[in-house]
């Protein structure tokens, strides 16, 4: 079983950066890949950064440049982050990280991220 816990939103303003982390309690060494996806009020869900296996991460062409998604691994704890530069407010939504296996993914609670203009 694994478990996945979202932290790190909040409100901005256009152009500041944030942060966000994604605790997996339990093991994804067989993991095919994680991702990171946001939903906008009214939108449907849309993938923002998709990290594979094999450590290539592909990015929404509205976020290239400016996310970055990135892995720690820290004893039994492992930590998916992605880092939010220059924020707009078309970046506003929840977002949800999501690990993926062979057979079943799981995802986090999600968190809310709002940018002003």
């Known amino acids: 079983q694994l478990h996945l816990w979202e932290f790190g939103g909040g409100l901005l303003q256009a152009g500041a950066p944030l942060r966000l982390s994604c605790a997996a309690f339990?093991?994804?060494?067989?993991?095919?890949?994680t991702g990171w996806y946001r939903q906008a009020p009214g939108k449907e869900p849309e993938s923002v950064a998709l990290?594979?296996?094999?450590?290539?991460?592909?990015?929404a062409d509205s976020v290239k440049g400016r996310f970055t998604s990135s892995f720690s691994r820290d004893n039994a704890k492992n930590t998916i982050y992605l880092q939010m530069n220059d924020l707009k407010p078309e970046d506003t939504g929840v977002y949800y990280c999501n690990v993926r296996f062979i057979f079943q993914e799981y995802w986090g609670q999600g968190t809310q991220v709002t940018v002003s203009s």
């Open positions: 990290r594979l296996f094999t450590g290539t991460t592909n990015y």
């Open positions: 339990g093991s994804i060494n067989a993991a095919n890949g």
